[in-house]
């Protein structure tokens, strides 16, 4: 293990090397909006923004953050296609910790409004990095990068999401005590057209016997990954790890949320890619709609 200054993408960041033969430990994500994010080293996490009742991830205390990290927050899995084979790579995940020789690094930058996860994967020269980011007009930014350091040519398979997406309008104490309950009221749909995923309530958790409708959403989208088709759940990922086939995800109901990218690439010796998904809380029909048209529109979205 090692603790080091290192420069990034015109930044100081701080490093530490390895940071996975250390205990799992707990940090925050500042922001100079209203975002907050609790994540732990092992990548599990909690954020939202203004309070716990608008929430993107679920809001609970930090050893179950640290025990749910394999179904909460970022998930990637790579089908490498190399030497007349198809090899998969789950970066970050336990359960291929004996499969390939691998080194894990984490990274903060000097602001505290950033945090990077790394692995470099040495046997198939290939490191997979994904960053936490904020927007005050978009809401959470997750950035993705894959870097094939090897003198291979290697056409790759990506499914890469975040998990256990909430909706907006379950409280944090409604989420606490009953989130299978609450998991029942969930949909999930997909606006194919721009790849715009919505979150929300079937109806408003109440008891009683009156109609109450959610009029609100969390919205999640992505860019930078050419015709991906798009999962909303992560009922298939067993699939995508036995190399089975899976399909789009239009409208998924009474399950948790997620986000998933699927697409194939290119990646020739010594190149990266480049993508993200993008993720907000608290939004009214207009502003959905309205994040609708400006992704059909496609103009400088990345640097907006």
């Given at each position: ?25 707990f940090m925050n994500v500042v922001s100079d909006s209203n975002h907050w994010l609790f994540i732990s080293s092992n990548g599990g996490l909690s954020a939202g923004r203004k309070n716990a009742e ?251």
């Amino acid at each position: 293990m090692e603790i080091i200054i290192t420069e990034f993408e015109k930044e100081s960041w701080f490093k530490i090397g390895n940071h996975d033969l250390l205990r799992p430990f707990f940090m925050n994500v500042v922001s100079d909006s209203n975002h907050w994010l609790f994540i732990s080293s092992n990548g599990g996490l909690s954020a939202g923004r203004k309070n716990a009742e608008y929430a993107l991830f679920p809001y609970y205390t930090e050893d179950k953050l640290m025990s749910l990290a394999n179904t909460t927050g970022s998930k990637t899995i790579l089908q490498v296609a190399w030497n007349n084979g198809v090899h998969v790579w789950e970066p970050f995940s336990e359960s291929y910790v004996n499969k390939y020789k691998t080194s894990k690094n984490l990274y903060k930058n000097a602001y505290g409004n950033k945090i990077m996860f790394e692995e470099k994967n040495h046997d198939l020269g290939l490191t997979f990095r994904y960053q936490w980011n904020t927007s005050h007009r978009f809401g959470f930014v997750r950035k993705a990068e894959l870097i094939n350091t090897s003198g291979n040519k290697y056409g790759i398979t990506v499914l890469d999401g975040i998990q256990n997406i909430m909706p907006y309008g379950i409280e944090s104490g409604m989420q606490m005590a009953a989130s299978n309950l609450a998991d029942a009221y969930k949909r999930s749909e997909l606006i194919s057209e721009t790849g715009l995923a919505i979150f929300a309530l079937s109806a408003i958790i109440v008891d009683k016997a009156e109609p109450s409708e959610a009029l609100k959403a969390n919205i999640t989208w992505s860019l930078g990954l050419e015709s991906p088709k798009y999962l909303l759940s992560s009922l298939q990922l067993g699939r995508f790890r036995k190399k089975q086939a899976i399909t789009e995800e239009y409208d998924i109901k009474g399950e948790k949320g997620a986000y998933f990218v699927h697409a194939d690439i290119q990646l020739p010796a010594e190149s990266s890619k480049k993508w993200m998904i993008v993720a907000n809380v608290n939004q009214n029909h207009s502003q959905v709609i309205g994040c609708h048209e400006l992704l059909k529109k496609k103009e400088d979205l990345e640097k907006k």
